[in-house]
């Protein structure tokens, strides 16, 4: 089993920042694509950013767009999410996904994605 771990949550007041970590063990795939997902109580897991192996395609949800930053530094280590301008609505907890998948492929469903974290709570409260 691939562990996923990701780090970085918090509290923040509206306009502040925050960067979030995600590394996965055991790592076996030559390439993969890794995610960042966010559900808010009460709401299905949505969609926040994606990255594929090479970090050549980032795709963002429309609400986060200009805001936050999904990055990596090489195609097997961890993968971060960074995130300005925070507003209340971005409250929820973030989760980290990963998959092999072919290196043009940046999924934006939960249900493409194999492993997953177990999530850290992001809060933007004044």
């Known amino acids: 089993q691939v562990q996923v771990v990701e780090s970085g949550g918090g509290l923040v007041q509206p306009g502040g920042s925050l960067s979030l970590s995600c590394t996965a063990s055991?790592?076996?795939?030559?390439?993969?694509?890794m995610a960042w997902f966010r559900q808010a109580p009460g709401k299905e897991r949505e969609f926040v950013a994606a990255?594929?192996?090479?970090?050549?395609?980032?795709p963002y949800a429309e609400s986060v767009k200009g805001r936050f930053t999904i990055s990596r530094v090489n195609a097997k280590g961890p993968t971060y999410l960074q995130m300005n301008n925070l507003k209340p609505e971005d409250t929820a907890i973030y989760y980290c996904a990963v998959d092999r998948r072919r290196p043009w492929e940046t999924p934006s469903t939960t249900n493409e994605y194999t492993y997953w974290g177990q999530g850290t709570q992001v809060t933007v409260s004044s």
């Open positions: 990255i594929n192996w090479n970090g050549s395609k980032t």
């Open positions: 055991q790592n076996q795939f030559s390439t993969y694509t």
